[in-house]
């Protein structure tokens, strides 16, 4: 795996090169100094992995990798060490591309590096999702009221939402385009290094304007409040109806998993409800959003125009997992009123209903 290091800090350089050269399979592939240099030398030279700084003269880390993606797409890691203070930064770079985000590799007083095995992890990871050639191919980027639940009430009908590459901006778009009378209780599976989450959950908060908070074990979904994944396990629903967080299934590549989550939902959560499938690299939920249509779920998968990798969800076309296939624009309006529907179909089946 040829890597471009992305950083105008000489330590920095050091570190990473030291750090890439200690990976399996791995070598430099060049080292930009700022994000100008960075755009003009993957126009030359693609390389399969950058790993991207935040801060930097000219040209940040966020619109390096916008620029990136838009023209030469390729695998992006953001590494940092300035992570307090600029976290909003991580999630503009990942709604701009960015695969993941992860602190960066120091040097110890005796010159060993610090923090590396993490980062060695993601690289790992990534190496897996882009090594087959539609992984690769997905970079590329083609450019109310009613049967609503009251707020602060117990969840019997979830909106579930799935996202990888490009997610946190495209979680946004979603979400602040629910109708305002529209307050379900919503969980969100967004693959992430769980060091970010908090900060990411703080950044949502702001801006969509609902209470948003990290899944801690035995949660229950309310309505009116956002719940985010927030281990380095995978977030499951347990039989009763509260979630917690399991190192099983081992070999998924994402921690936590949309498709583990998603499975869940379908043994014990019994009421019909939502499923979302966003912008992201490999296949991660595809299956499990099959599963969750399969029992009676309204399933949407973002389309390929508005995503910036159209990976996972592409998958679940091609798996016929997504009832309708949508601009991530249009999605709020769309959730909303299958919404409806799954509660008028409930009310009809009811014995009050017939």
Request: hydrophobic fraction near 40%.
């Amino acid at each position: 795996m040829r890597v471009g290091i992305v950083n105008d800090l000489k330590l920095a350089q050091l570190a990473l090169r030291r750090l890439v050269d200690a990976a399996d399979e791995s070598e430099v592939a060049w080292i930009a100094e700022n994000g100008q240099e960075a755009i003009d030398l993957c126009a030359e030279d693609t390389p399969d992995l950058i790993l991207m700084d935040l801060i930097m003269p000219e040209v940040d880390g966020v619109e390096a990798t916008r620029r990136i993606m838009q023209d030469s797409p390729c695998p992006i890691l953001v590494v940092t060490a300035t992570v307090e203070g600029n976290l909003s930064k991580v999630y503009n770079a990942m709604s701009a591309g960015a695969l993941d985000a992860v602190s960066g590799p120091t040097f110890a007083e005796d010159g060993t590096l610090e923090n590396s095995e993490r980062v060695l992890r993601k690289m790992r990871t990534i190496r897996r999702l882009t090594r087959p050639a539609r992984g690769l191919e997905a970079l590329k980027k083609h450019r109310s009221s009613g049967g609503f639940p009251p707020p602060d009430q117990p969840a019997e009908r979830l909106l579930v939402i799935g996202a990888s590459t490009g997610g946190p901006q495209a979680i946004v778009d979603l979400i602040c385009g629910l109708p305002d009378t529209f307050r379900p209780p919503v969980i969100i599976v967004q693959h992430l290094d769980k060091a970010f989450v908090p900060g990411f959950v703080s950044w949502l908060g702001g801006q969509t304007g609902w209470p948003a908070s990290c899944v801690e074990r035995g949660d229950k979904p309310r309505a009116g409040e956002i719940l985010v994944a927030a281990s380095g396990d995978h977030l499951v629903m347990g039989l009763v109806r509260s979630m917690r967080y399991d190192e099983e299934p081992r070999d998924l590549a994402y921690r936590p998993s949309v498709d583990a989550f998603y499975m869940s939902l379908k043994r014990n959560w019994p009421t019909p409800g939502v499923a979302v499938l966003l912008t992201g690299m490999g296949q991660d939920g595809a299956k499990g959003l099959k599963a969750l249509k399969d029992s009676g779920w309204t399933t949407f998968a973002q389309d390929e125009a508005t995503s910036v990798v159209w990976g996972m969800p592409r998958a679940a076309k091609e798996m016929d997992a997504a009832t309708r296939v949508l601009p991530v624009g249009e999605m709020g309006p769309c959730v909303a009123q299958a919404w409806r529907r799954l509660e008028a179909a409930a009310a009809t089946q009811s014995p009050e209903g017939r």
